[in-house]
């Protein structure tokens, strides 16, 4: 069985985002990227299907600049077995990233595709979902449990109203939600193997994917600032300016 895991590069989590000045887009001098955090939790549940013997081989994919070698060299250290990346230097919104899959899922032909469900940068959640429509294959999304057995997929999923589990027949693309699991950190030894494992580099024109964009970001701003906060004495005065100032009782 093999798996193909997309990961995408994004800002670290820990980073200070700090807008342009012409309010284009975020400045990008000298900030930390790091494989997103949905993404990593995708591979590490796909080496633990391959560590219990349920998969034999896991395929990573990434479309971006050539630094995304980085976190491709990340996941095969956490132990996948080979890479690919695609380069393209602009931003890819979700419906031309699902056309893209969709071609890599073509020429790979795997019987599970695991991703995140959302990318930290953009947080659309859709990306997923429309790769299973294009590919007309089952989908599980939000998984906090996956089991794997006789060519069906048992997946828990994490919905508004608890847990809903459900069951889909391979091939199925599944994402994945923070609680499915903790990603490990990469041993040194695995860090050294990662180097001379596989990793394909190809333009990302190969694939015969319109790149043209459908959406189009007209601002980005900073949220406002917040007031500071206000220390009380008592219990009395907090029920005051709650009624008095916030006008909630």
């Known amino acids: 069985m093999k798996i193909l895991v997309p990961i995408k590069r994004v800002v670290h989590y820990q980073a200070k985002i700090r ?5 284009s887009g975020i400045e990008t001098y000298n900030i930390k990227y790091a494989i997103n955090p949905f993404d990593e939790i995708a ?13 034999d081989e896991i395929v990573v994919v990434s479309f971006g600049v050539a ?18 990346l695609y380069i393209h230097p ?5 419906l031309v990233a ?5 071609a890599v899922v073509k020429n790979e032909n795997p019987d599970i595709v695991i991703m995140g469900k959302q990318a930290i940068d953009d947080d659309a959640n859709q990306t997923g979902q429309m790769l299973a429509a294009l590919l007309d294959w089952p989908q599980a999304t ?7 057995e006789n060519r069906q ?5 994490e919905i508004d109203g608890g847990l809903e589990t459900i069951c889909c027949d391979l091939p199925v693309v599944i994402t994945t939600d923070l609680r499915l699991n903790e990603p490990r950190y990469p041993s040194m030894p695995n860090i050294m193997k990662a180097k001379s494992k596989p990793l394909s580099i190809e333009e990302i024109s190969s694939l015969q994917v319109s790149m043209t964009p459908h959406l189009v970001i007209s601002k980005v701003t900073s949220p406002p600032e917040r007031s500071p ?8 005065e907090l029920i005051d300016k709650l009624h008095n100032e916030e006008k909630v009782l």
Do not use: M, Y
Not at 19 to 23: C, H, L, R, S
Not at 71 to 82: F, V
Not at 98 to 102: H, I
Not at 142 to 148: D, E, K, L, P, R
């Open 43 to 55: 591979v590490e549940e796909a080496v633990r299907l391959k560590e219990s013997g349920l998969a």
């Open 19 to 23: 807008v342009k000045a012409d309010e």
């Open 90 to 94: 602009d931003p890819i919104e979700p």
């Open 153 to 157: 997929a048992t997946v828990t999923r």
């Open 67 to 84: 630094e995304c070698q980085e976190i491709l060299r990340h996941a095969l250290a956490l132990g996948a077995d080979r890479a690919q």
């Open 98 to 102: 699902a056309k893209c899959l969709e």
């Open 142 to 148: 939000f998984a906090s449990s996956i089991q794997i």
């Open 229 to 236: 906060g206000v220390k009380l004495n008592n219990i009395n």
